[in-house]
């Protein structure tokens, strides 16, 4: 072979190692480039603020729980690889979240819309437990960010148990009289407190004066506040709420008043 066969033989040779090393960074540019396509790009949590725009849970303890769970932030995660259900229910086991749900749009963002829990009463016994139940009856533990301004259930309550709502007992004759109260919202901003007494018989405590209305059981809600705010609009303006001791509600078609005895 002669030497410009020779030269001619190393600078092919010469080329196609060059070629097949481009062809290699080409692709090893395109992998990274699809693997890097195939992360997340964004996470956005959308955390569904309470009426009065305060929150019982906050977005770092959301975003706590789920570093707790996967050991690694979902913005380092395969699309492929995150199972979306199983996030969802990790968010829903929290107690204070009702529902979470997540979707992934066409450039690779991941959204999550989050909806927080009612506290609709909040429960102090006697033997010193203190809780919220939501407006489904599921209990809820204290928060730590923010307490609701909810009716206040205090003296002889039953312990909580699940179904709290269809319950024969002073707890579930609390929870349906303070739901049915949340139709009314006159009645709901009035309600402060409810007491249980040792009867199972129930006292409604509001915001006008110190004097308390004795309202028995959960029978007939609807009539009996119906009274009730007839005679807070209407019967006080006769009888004046500071001699009042009290109020019966339980007889139908009446309202019975009672006058302090020092007035």
Known sequence: MSGKAKILVKGIRIMAWMGLLSLLFIMTSAALKKQDRD???????????????????????IEEKILDTYQIDLRDVKVENLDLENLEEILESEAFIVNAEAYI??????????????????????????????????RLPMSAHFT???????????DYQKGVDT???????????????????????????LNIQSDGEITLLGNVGSFEVIFG????????????????????????????????????RQVVTKKKTNA
């Open 39 to 61: 992360l997340i790009k964004k996470v956005s949590f959308n955390l569904h603020h309470l009426s009065d725009g305060n929150d019982l849970i906050t977005l770092e303890e």
């Open 105 to 138: 749009d066409s450039r690779k963002r991941l959204y999550v819309d989050i909806d927080q829990r009612i506290p609709v009463l909040r429960v102090m016994d006697m033997k010193g437990n203190n809780y919220y139940l939501d407006s489904e009856g599921v």
């Open 148 to 158: 609701a301004r909810v009716p206040i259930v205090s003296g002889h309550v039953t």
């Open 167 to 193: 319950l024969d007992n002073s707890l579930g004759s609390a929870f349906r009289i303070v739901k049915h109260s949340r139709k009314d919202p006159f009645i709901e901003s009035w309600l402060d407190g």
């Open 217 to 252: 059981t959960d029978e007939d809600c609807e009539n009996k506040f119906r009274k009730i705010k007839s005679f807070l609009t209407q019967g006080l303006k006769i009888t004046g709420w500071r001699d009042l001791e009290s109020i019966n509600v339980k007889f139908d």
